[in-house]
């Protein structure tokens, strides 16, 4: 059962007056002193001396200086806000009745809570140093505002240096760039909270800042997709952002800032905000979700991780933030491991290569693509195709030598073994998984380009590294070079050329897709190998040519296939339909293969009249083969 005061101090502005008659005349039976805020600041010592509950209805600043009496004083309070108290509403779950208002207002149970303060003035919900773009919102702002409002401001993005130290049971330091931050002591205002799990409370000793660091546009739009897309409860802290939670924090940006606490401009920078737990009673309401939810962790926290430090913080303070981001080895230290790892060359690698290159040539005389999946999957040919990749973006000499040399050994054991099982096999068959690979053309080439993209973001990101082998599996290293040691085998150098062709274009698709996928991802500010990219995109220039031909020759020959379906031919007084028309490629002469339909029996005289009609209209110097199948 709800109990309620027996008499209480009401301390109002002019605009807090609303309240008066209802107050006055409450249902509670409780005891009322009306005093203006005028009265009260003439007369305080007098008017506070002995009492023990206060309501208060005035602006913001009133009521911090009601707290502050409190404090002083030891009286509980009440407070009803005015209509444009939305953040104090929210941050004392005040009802939106009025009669509830007031009931709470005079209940006595009161809830012992924090006071924050900053710079020596009280800080109820929120304040904020420097600029805070996007999460200092509010959770329900639309989402075409926050684009629009995003948008504007990208062009004014800086990193200022930020030095934030705590002073609470672990003591730490860190000197980054930022935007701002933001200090939070209630959770709900914003989307910084919802950002940190609404990990801050008015009752856990702590205040909680959250740092806004983008170091890039792309850093910047990627935190814009998280704030449009992801759900507002989502409890991530995001990339880009750091969280730390204290009792006592100072915050000391160059060159000094305003802070802005509750929404007003009220000092400057250094900042040194404290906490004083369990400071002043205050009535507040209570919601099912707060009655259901876990109570806020204690536990300090200094999550900065995500800012940048070293050689990133000197790159990026008192600037306009680059379109990508500063890179630097310690903060991808993971990845660049294990890129100098899979660049060296050992047994391993050899023996993998051998077994993958035998499996391919085999799958390749047996005409079978599960086997040669199978290849494609035991092959280690994409790792170093990778850091080589690495290796141009970030002129690392050393790396790039060892991935050139893993990856030409690579080639040269695969060309070796399928031409000697070339030579050794009595059978040579040229199957439809050689076809398949003597025909490269411009869509080959985007195929490769997306699985260097592809390549290298599964490499950045260790969670979805399993992914790699599909890569491997879409992009297929291993068959071309197997059906080109085929080709040396025969001794055809065409053969040799069309499915080497096809291998070069993967190679050079997967490389330049990597360098540009790792350089968006920020892994360096710039390409610093520009002789060897200049060879790249000079050998993907000269590839483009054949690989062009060859499209508009597949694009010609699909064309001509599709215009043969249903054509009718007379032949001797016979009707003729083709059902079905292809060209394949047999010992480099065009072979046309035709499906007809017929209704009459056809001898030799009339298919050599077919062949003839034929040869009229097909201009290549080729062979015909014909199937028949008779038709009632």
Request: net charge negative.
């Given at each position: 059962m709800v109990e309620?005061?027996?008499?209480?101090?009401?301390?109002?502005?002019?605009?807090?007056?609303?309240?008066?008659?209802?107050?006055?005349?409450?249902?509670?039976?409780?005891?009322?002193?009306?005093?203006?805020?005028?009265?009260?600041?003439?007369?305080?010592?007098?008017?506070?001396?002995?009492?023990?509950?206060?309501?208060?209805?005035?602006?913001?600043?009133?009521?911090?200086?009601?707290?502050?009496?409190?404090?002083?004083?030891?009286?509980?309070?009440?407070?009803?806000?005015?209509?444009?108290?939305?953040?104090?509403?929210?941050?004392?779950?005040?009802?939106?009745?009025?009669?509830?208002?007031?009931?709470?207002?005079?209940?006595?149970?009161?809830?012992?809570?924090?006071?924050?303060?900053?710079?020596?003035?009280?800080?109820?919900?929120?304040?904020?140093?420097?600029?805070?773009?996007?999460?200092?919102?509010?959770?329900?702002?639309?989402?075409?505002?926050?684009?629009?409002?995003a948008l504007k401001k990208m062009s004014s993005l800086h990193l200022l240096p930020f030095t934030i130290s705590?002073?609470?049971?672990?003591?730490?330091?860190?000197?980054?760039?930022?935007?701002?931050?933001?200090?939070?002591?209630?959770?709900?205002?914003?989307?910084?909270?919802?950002?940190?799990?609404?990990?801050?409370?008015?009752?856990?000793?702590?205040?909680?800042?959250?740092?806004?660091?983008?170091?890039?546009?792309?850093?910047?739009?990627?935190?814009?997709?998280?704030?449009?897309?992801?759900?507002?409860?989502?409890?991530?802290?995001?990339?880009?952002?750091?969280?730390?939670?204290?009792?006592?924090?100072?915050?000391?940006?160059?060159?000094?800032?305003?802070?802005?606490?509750?929404?007003?401009?009220?000092?400057?920078?250094?900042?040194?905000?404290?906490?004083?737990?369990?400071?002043?009673?205050?009535?507040?309401?209570?919601?099912?979700?707060?009655?259901?939810?876990?109570?806020?962790?204690?536990?300090?926290?200094?999550?900065?991780?995500?800012?940048?430090?070293?050689?990133?913080?000197?790159?990026?303070?008192?600037?306009?933030?680059?379109?990508?981001?500063?890179?630097?080895?310690?903060?991808?230290?993971?990845?660049?491991?294990?890129l100098r790892d899979d660049a060296k060359l050992d047994s391993i690698y050899i023996v993998l290569m051998v077994l993958s290159t035998m499996l391919a040539t085999v799958g390749l005389y047996l005409d079978s693509a599960s086997v040669i999946i199978g290849a494609m999957l035991l092959a280690p040919l994409m790792a170093p195709i990778i850091s080589l990749s690495m290796s141009m973006l970030r002129y690392d000499q050393r790396l790039l030598k060892q991935s050139l040399k893993k990856v030409l050994a690579g080639i040269l054991v695969a060309l070796g073994v399928a031409f000697s099982l070339a030579v050794l096999s009595p059978y040579q068959p040229l199957t439809g998984e050689m076809q398949g690979r003597l025909s490269p053309s411009i869509l080959d080439l985007i195929v490769a380009i997306v699985a260097g993209v592809a390549g290298a973001y599964t490499k950045s990101f260790k969670e979805i590294l399993q992914s790699l082998a599909g890569v491997a599996i879409a992009v297929a290293l291993v068959p071309p070079l197997a059906v080109a040691g085929i080709g040396l085998g025969r001794f055809d150098l065409v053969f040799f050329s069309n499915a080497f062709l096809l291998f070069a274009t993967n190679l050079i698709g997967i490389v330049l897709a990597a360098i540009i996928t790792f350089r968006v991802l920020g892994y360096s500010p710039a390409v610093r190998d520009k002789r060897s990219l200049s060879i790249v995109l000079g050998s993907l220039l000269f590839i483009c040519i054949p690989l062009t031909v060859s499209f508009w020759g597949i694009t010609d020959q699909s064309n001509f296939e599709k215009s043969w379906e249903q054509e009718r031919f007379l032949v001797n007084n016979k009707y003729l339909i083709v059902n079905d028309a292809k060209i394949v490629t047999y010992h480099d002469r065009k072979v046309l293969m035709v499906d007809l339909y017929a209704r009459e029996p056809l001898d030799r005289k009339d298919l050599n009249e077919f062949k003839m009609k034929v040869k009229r209209n097909f201009s290549h110097d080729s062979l015909i083969r014909v199937r028949i199948t008779y038709i009632p």
């Open positions: 309620y005061v027996d008499s209480s101090l009401f301390v109002y502005s002019e605009a807090g007056s609303i309240y008066l008659d209802d107050i006055l005349a409450n249902e509670h039976g409780c005891s009322i002193s009306p005093v203006s805020i005028d009265e009260l600041r003439d007369n305080s010592a007098t008017l506070l001396k002995d009492i023990s509950h206060v309501v208060v209805a005035a602006e913001l600043s009133i009521i911090k200086k009601i707290l502050q009496y409190a404090i002083e004083y030891g009286f509980s309070v009440g407070i009803l806000p005015l209509d444009s108290q939305k953040a104090l509403k929210r941050c004392y779950k005040i009802p939106g009745q009025r009669q509830e208002m007031i009931s709470l207002a005079l209940s006595a149970q009161p809830s012992e809570l924090d006071i924050v303060y900053c710079n020596d003035q009280i800080l109820l919900f929120k304040g904020v140093i420097g600029w805070v773009p996007l999460i200092d919102s509010q959770k329900t702002t639309g989402k075409f505002k926050i684009l629009v409002d705590t002073l609470g049971k672990s003591q730490n330091k860190t000197s980054t760039a930022a935007c701002g931050c933001v200090v939070l002591e209630t959770p709900e205002l914003s989307y910084a909270s919802s950002m940190i799990g609404d990990d801050c409370s008015s009752e856990d000793s702590m205040v909680s800042t959250v740092v806004i660091a983008p170091f890039s546009i792309v850093d910047y739009i990627k935190l814009l997709w998280l704030r449009i897309f992801s759900d507002p409860d989502s409890k991530k802290l995001s990339p880009s952002v750091g969280y730390i939670k204290s009792t006592e924090i100072i915050i000391e940006p160059s060159p000094q800032l305003d802070v802005v606490i509750d929404g007003e401009r009220s000092t400057s920078t250094p900042a040194h905000i404290v906490v004083h737990p369990d400071a002043v009673k205050v009535n507040r309401g209570s919601t099912d979700k707060e009655s259901k939810s876990k109570k806020v962790s204690s536990k300090e926290k200094f999550a900065v991780g995500s800012l940048p430090a070293g050689k990133e913080l000197i790159k990026a303070r008192h600037k306009r933030v680059p379109f990508f981001t500063y890179a630097s080895e310690e903060r991808f230290k993971e990845l660049f491991i294990a």
